[in-house]
């Protein structure tokens, strides 16, 4: 089945710093790949949608210069949180659309998650 | 505005019994719709999904029946193990889309 592979799955950094955290679908081309994020006890709240060779697409509330995303190639996606901060803390999913599902539909394949924490 | 709900945020159940998990709706438009499986700290994992057109899929121990007049979905998993002890997680989609949108989740555990 597919596989999205999410890198690194810890990091723990200062604040003020920045981190990249990469999202590859091993097996198969991603056109459009998704951000989410975690807070402890609560849903996916889904940050923006990143388009192979365009600029992602963000959610309402979604700081698009401080989450940099950028998808340059069918296979990688990247979220840079710049200038990090303690409130930036959280767990950050990566997913990509695949076949899989009832009557060969879209299923969403997710990665593992990354855990940031800002010191 | 949470357009998909899962308004039990924790579920207990016996080792054996049925579980049943629940999800609403509120966009009528959404024709799509998957469960999925979430263990701490790692990325949720596809279970099991159904089309509008359908109004139950079976997989295993895992069925989720649709109605689509009470814009609602459940997830049966019969019989309960303690490894499904999870927060499980509905999400559904319109016809356009690669878009899902998440319910809230449902913590679920299965005592031994």
């Known amino acids: 089945g597919a596989v999205v592979s999410q890198h690194p799955s810890r990091v723990i950094c200062k604040s003020g710093t920045s981190v990249k955290i990469e999202c590859r679908s091993l097996d198969f081309q991603a056109t459009t790949m998704f951000w989410y994020r975690q807070f402890p006890k609560q849903s996916l709240m889904l940050m923006a949608t990143s388009n192979e060779g365009s600029k992602a697409t963000y959610e309402q509330g979604v700081e698009k210069d401080k989450f940099l995303i950028n998808h340059a190639s069918l296979t990688l996606s990247t979220l840079t949180v710049t200038s990090a901060h303690p409130e930036d803390s959280s767990f950050y999913i990566c997913s990509a659309s695949s076949l899989g599902g009832h009557s060969g539909a879209n299923v969403l394949t997710f990665g593992a998650g990354s855990r940031l924490t800002v010191l | 505005d949470q357009q998909v709900k899962q308004n039990s945020p924790s579920l207990s159940v016996q080792e054996g019994r049925i579980s049943i998990l629940n999800c609403d709706y509120t966009?009528?438009?959404?024709?799509?719709f998957l469960w999925y499986k979430k263990y701490p700290a790692e990325g949720p994992t596809f279970l099991i999904s159904i089309s509008s057109i359908k109004d139950k899929n079976e997989d295993g121990r895992f069925t989720v029946f649709l109605n689509k007049s009470a814009k609602h979905l459940s997830l049966h998993i019969v019989p309960s193990q303690p490894g499904d002890s999870a927060v499980y997680f509905c999400?559904?989609?319109?016809?356009?889309?690669?878009?899902?949108?998440f319910g809230t989740g449902t913590s679920l555990t299965v005592i031994p």
């Open positions: 966009n009528s438009m959404f024709d799509y």
């Open positions: 999400a559904a989609s319109r016809p356009t889309g690669n878009q899902f949108y």
